[in-house]
């Protein structure tokens, strides 16, 4: 065997080498830890977000996952369950940042209860001139939530696509 060839480590021998120096790293820092010192708690807050002078609210953000910008133009319809049926509080179009100009609620607008968001996500990709299978998969795309702590502030980031949508709760 040419002697470049023997020092050379196959694939192999490189990926467990590497993965037992990590541990090695892991296992050294671990052991730096005081033996009397607690567990690292998870990092939760059990209270509300507060934000200096602002008021509780909602707020939102859509992100087009396929073009991978901010949903400028997408059109939302934004409703309140009544017991019964979602009835609907207002629309809406997305603006340049992908947020609603406002907060969706605020102040006196801001009451516990069940939400819902409908996304026209088959007019958006029809506006940009996307090029999707038709009928599209995804037409309009529900968003329900609730919020039940009127003092935190709930943001709704979006994330979606022509075949997939995705959202969380933020603050």
Do not use: C
Not at 60 to 74: E, Q
Not at 87 to 97: G, I, K, Q
Not at 112 to 126: I, N, S
Request: charged share 15%; no cysteine; aromatic share 10%.
């Amino acid at each position: 065997m040419p002697p470049s060839q023997a020092r050379t480590p196959s694939r192999r021998q490189f990926t467990l080498s590497g993965l037992a120096l990590g541990a090695s790293a892991l296992t050294t820092a671990g052991g730096a830890q005081a033996a009397d010192a607690p567990p690292a708690a998870p990092a939760q807050s059990s209270g509300p977000i507060v934000l200096h002078g602002v008021s509780p609210r909602l707020t939102m953000h859509a992100v087009d996952t396929f073009h991978g910008s901010a949903a400028t133009g997408l059109r939302i319809d934004f409703s309140r369950f009544d017991g019964e049926a979602y009835v609907l509080l207002r629309s809406f179009v997305v603006n340049a940042n992908g947020r609603a100009d406002e907060p969706l609620l605020i102040d006196d607008s801001y009451r516990a209860g069940r939400y819902e968001m409908l996304l026209h996500v088959d007019e958006y990709f029809a506006a940009k001139g996307a090029r999707l299978p038709s009928p599209a998969f995804l037409s309009k795309v529900p968003v329900r939530f609730q919020v039940v702590n009127t003092a935190e502030r709930i943001h709704l980031p979006i994330q979606f696509g022509p075949w997939s949508y995705t959202y969380s709760r933020g603050s």
